[in-house]
């Protein structure tokens, strides 16, 4: 451990969006922070397979680390997303109210909100409600309507988090799983990953699903993780526009229910389920699964087009067993910071989970902030976002933006060969898709993912034949 | 001042093509064919087996082939192409927007547009069919592009779910490249390719086809591992207990095209539910005066050369629009074809009696199989065709010719049927 080069303050371990919120964050900071995820890329596991919802803040239990990182997270994401670019829409929230008899949980609800600190929370009536939402159904007899809630493109914001941090001089090493951790006389700890060890003085534990795993890598075990899969589909932009903002269900004795919520892509999303499984890395989805986000999103929303859905999806949350998120220093082993158990509201908190590790860690180091801080961040020019004449602009200065790679998404040669080119770009068709939406349209990358691999190849000097979907 | 062109050809597929020749030989010469690919031809040109052009040209031709004798006609009368555009928007008023990287961004007004598009493949997620994600699922379609095109291999070992002709040409394909295909799946009681596709793909090389079968489950976490196959009852549902495990490495998905009318819709064009492609006449002309279409975008089709035939007369129509500015001769007088008993669509879906100049070419789809049936076009008690046929297949395309001076007469809407089992 005489090499200079592969010691760091903080090791933050794990790349989805709490890993890269909180690298951001530290990157204020004087500090040397490294980055690393067993994926090859960033935003590859609980991350990308979610609901993209900035929730408001009303479900939490009022008092814990969830309902206040919610709220906060929340007020933050109006700036976060001007500064570093990323799409988030304030399109609001309701949660529909099917039964008379449970109309007074809304109240619950709409009182929760208050004590959690959340504005723009009312009580709308039956004909409110379908006023606002004319596709509710007609069984909804009153709804709580969230005016701060939004939806969020979940690749963009952990893509934005870990682009901004790069530029700050954050590391990130991928591809590159994390085998032990073990601390030193010193109090400084060794990390032994796939492609070398490290060593950081300050451990920061996001590793999503396997927070766990890590954790009890170095410290005595104090929580576990419980992978609770939820299924969803992705319908049409065709469908889009049935919602204009998120729709949720008052939870019942039947279950929390399913949503139905625009995308910031122009897509409806419907899901998701909750069910404990045992394997981590099951993301498959299931005839069953698929069957009750279709009957249960019924129940809220009427005439939804189910033969315009294009691709389902599974993602995997990381239920902590306290029931709230897991934040803190290890008691025993100094520098040690876990970041667990962040399910839902986990993409909403992300930016205040950062600031509340960023003051874990001011109480182990001294934090001086850096002079040439980059506080902001340009994200992909998407082409299909703008408006006809900045758009023919734009492809006067750079012709590859009138070449169409994707047609299903109207995403260009200049936009894929910029989300392959730039800092920590895409090596892989699904990190394409992730950063530009070329295969994410209705036919799913069957025209565009010949072409796309051919850029791949050539950028990565591969043949067309090794360019991998992911990982 | 907006760029101005008479007529615009959106697509430089077999339709486009042939629909532009035709209108240029109609004497519309101020026509442009935009297509997005680098070169025309469209799907054709991955197409590389043969069997392309028997009726067209009385011979087999490979897609290749068949598209290079239109791009021939289209180049020898100097017709504009702008191949590398794609046509983002289309207005209720013809104002195109097209994009390119030589020419930018322009808006360009047109008397007349004929929309050639072409369709796309139902891709997994629209099946539905649960599992994981992994890498080697893909539509026959591009797997087709990979292997005849890139020199891609996308496996070895290959199951392939559904049976429409592209799944079948990449049986033998995938075979012929050294891939061993272990099984087509197709979720029908009948194939939904063509029967000398599955006589020259499948039972040449001794590949299995399952009738009433579909993947329920997809396996393996980065790289498919396998699918599990079942048998489905006769609402498609897996019946419990026929679950078999197939380990491949590829699975291909030849599961049924979707015409691909996003700029028709965005025009504001009436769609047919059951075609998914535009609603209109015998002149092929759309809900909106002036649009024409033809080929996939307007119905798939079986045969290229239905397809040519087809795009033909939207071209001569569409000259006809230009030349008489719109308007007919006689007050129209518009008839109703109804998909009747046995039958899925018809194309056109309406007839405007008072104006028929060609022959009419009725084209539709059988619901079911029918053995030993006669179909029959009639207007009330008025029966204008009945012809007898041994067999009809959804696979196959049905196209009757009705001849103008049959339709004098005729008030009210004509009924296109299939008659069981009549003598």
């Given at each position: 451990m005489t090499d200079k080069r592969h010691e760091y303050d903080i090791a933050v371990i794990g790349a989805g969006v709490t890993g890269c919120a909180a690298a951001r964050e530290l990157s204020r900071y004087e500090l040397s922070v490294i980055v690393l995820d067993r994926?090859?890329?960033?935003?590859?596991?609980t991350s990308k397979a979610n609901s993209a919802i900035i929730h408001a803040g009303f479900d939490a239990e009022p008092g814990t680390l969830k309902a206040r990182l919610n709220v906060r997270g929340n007020s933050m994401m109006t700036e976060l997303s001007r500064d570093l670019d990323i799409p988030f829409i304030r399109c609001g929230a309701m949660v529909a109210c099917t039964d008379e008899a449970d109309l007074p949980k809304l109240d619950e609800l709409l009182e929760r909100g208050r004590k959690n600190g959340v504005p723009g929370l009312r009580i709308l009536s039956s004909e409110e409600a379908h006023t606002k939402?004319?596709?509710?159904?007609?069984?909804?007899?009153g709804a709580l309507y969230a005016e701060t809630s939004g939806i969020v493109c979940p690749f963009g914001m952990t893509l934005a988090f870990a682009e901004n941090a790069l530029a700050n001089g954050v590391e990130f090493s991928l591809s590159n799983e994390v085998k032990s951790v073990t601390r030193m006389q010193d109090g400084r700890f060794v990390i032994s990953a796939e492609k070398g060890d490290i060593t950081a003085k300050c451990v920061i534990n996001?590793?999503?699903?396997?927070a766990d795993k890590i954790h009890d890598m170095v410290c005595e075990p104090s929580f576990t993780i419980n992978a609770r899969r939820g299924e969803y589909m992705l319908l049409d932009r065709s469908a889009g526009?049935?919602?204009s903002s998120t729709i949720f269900q008052l939870p019942t004795k039947m279950g929390k229910g399913i949503l139905v919520t625009p995308t910031v892509h122009g897509n409806l999303l419907l899901g998701p389920t909750a069910e404990d499984i045992?394997?981590?890395?099951?993301?498959a989805t299931t005839r069953g699964g698929l069957d009750t986000v279709r009957r249960i999103s019924a129940l809220s929303v009427?005439?939804?087009?189910?033969?315009?859905?294009i691709t389902s999806f599974s993602g995997l949350r990381a239920t902590g067993s306290t029931g709230d998120f897991i934040i803190r220093e290890d008691e025993k082993v100094k520098g040690f910071i876990d970041a667990a158990g962040?399910?839902?509201?986990g993409l909403t908190s992300a930016p205040a989970i950062a600031e509340y590790i960023r003051d874990i860690v001011a109480g182990i180091m001294p934090l001086r902030e850096k002079?040439?801080?980059?506080p902001t961040r340009k994200g992909?020019?998407?082409?299909?976002?703008?408006?006809d004449e900045e758009r023919a602009e734009l492809i006067k200065q750079?012709?590859?933006?009138?070449?169409?790679?994707?047609r299903c998404s109207s995403v260009s040669e200049g936009e894929i060969a910029d989300s392959i080119g730039?800092?920590?770009?895409?090596?892989?068709l699904d990190g394409v898709k992730r950063r530009?939406?070329?295969?994410?349209?209705?036919?799913?990358?069957?025209?565009?993912s010949p072409k796309v691999m051919a850029m791949l190849a050539e950028k990565l000097g591969i043949s067309i034949a090794e360019v991998k979907k992911n990982g | 001042m907006a760029e101005h062109i008479s007529l615009a050809v959106i697509g430089g597929g077999p339709a486009g093509m042939a629909a532009a020749i035709a209108a240029y030989d109609s004497g519309v010469t101020d026509v442009t064919v935009f297509e997005r690919?680098?070169?025309?031809g469209g799907i054709l040109n991955q197409c590389i087996h043969n069997g392309f052009?028997?009726?067209?040209?009385k011979e087999e031709l490979t897609g290749p082939e068949y598209a290079g004798r239109y791009a021939g006609q289209v180049k020898k009368r100097g017709i504009r192409c702008e191949t590398g555009?794609?046509?983002?928007s289309v207005s209720p008023d013809k104002r195109i927007t097209v994009v390119s990287k030589e020419k930018g961004l322009r808006v360009i007004e047109t008397d007349a547009v004929i929309l050639a598009m072409g369709c796309r493949e139902r891709p997994r997620g629209a099946l539905n069919i649960p599992g994981m994600r992994p890498?080697?699922?893909?539509?026959a379609g591009t797997a087709q592009k990979l292997v005849?095109?890139?020199?891609?291999?996308?496996?070895k070992e290959v199951v392939i779910l559904g049976s429409g002709d592209i799944g079948l040409i990449m049986a033998r394909r995938m075979t012929l490249e050294g891939?061993?295909?272990?099984l087509v799946a197709e979720l029908?009681?009948?194939?939904?390719?063509?029967k000398r596709n599955i006589v020259q793909c499948l039972d040449d090389y001794g590949i299995p086809l399952k009738l009433s079968h579909t993947v329920v489950d997809i396996r393996g976490k980065r790289r498919l591992e396998g699918v599990v196959i079942a048998e489905v009852d006769g609402t498609g549902t897996p019946i419990p207990g026929t679950e078999e495990y197939y380990e491949c490495d590829t699975l291909l998905l030849s599961c049924g095209l979707i015409p691909e009318n996003e700029l028709s819709i965005s025009a504001g064009i009436t769609i047919n539910g059951a075609t998914n492609g535009p609603a209109v006449d015998e002149t092929l002309?759309?809900?909106?005066?002036?649009i024409f279409a033809c080929g996939n975008v307007l119905h798939v089709h079986d045969l290229v050369d239905f397809v040519s035939e087809e795009a033909g007369r939207a071209g001569r129509n569409a000259a006809k629009y230009i030349a008489d500015k719109g308007?007919?001769?006689?007050?129209p007088h518009i008839v109703k074809l109804i998909a009747g008993?046995?039958?899925?669509?018809?194309?056109?879906?309406?007839?405007d009696t008072a104006n028929t100049g060609e022959d009419i070419h009725l084209r539709f789809r059988a619901r079911n199989v029918y053995k030993g049936c006669t179909i029959k076009v009639s207007a009330g008690d008025n029966t204008i065709v009945s012809k007898k046929k041994r067999i009809t297949v959804p696979s196959e395309m049905e196209d009757i010719i009705l001849k103008?001076?049959?339709?004098?007469?005729i008030d009210g809407d004509i009924t296109v049927e299939i008659e069981e089992g009549s003598v």
């Open positions: 994926e090859s890329d960033v935003c590859e596991g939402e004319p596709a509710l159904a007609d069984d909804v007899c996001c590793a999503g699903i396997y526009g049935i919602v045992g394997d981590r890395e099951d993301t009427k005439n939804i087009p189910y033969n315009q859905v962040i399910e839902s509201p002079a040439d801080f980059i992909i020019t998407l082409l299909a976002m703008l408006p750079n012709p590859a933006y009138g070449r169409i790679i994707c730039r800092p920590l770009g895409a090596t892989t530009t939406g070329a295969g994410m349209g209705r036919c799913q990358g069957g025209f565009c | 690919d680098d070169e025309l052009g028997l009726h067209s040209f555009s794609m046509v983002l890498q080697g699922i893909y539509t005849n095109c890139e020199g891609v291999l996308p496996g891939a061993h295909v272990k029908m009681p009948y194939s939904g390719g063509l002309a759309t809900s909106i005066p002036g308007a007919r001769v006689n007050e008993n046995g039958v899925r669509y018809t194309v056109p879906g309406m007839i103008p001076e049959t339709l004098g007469g």
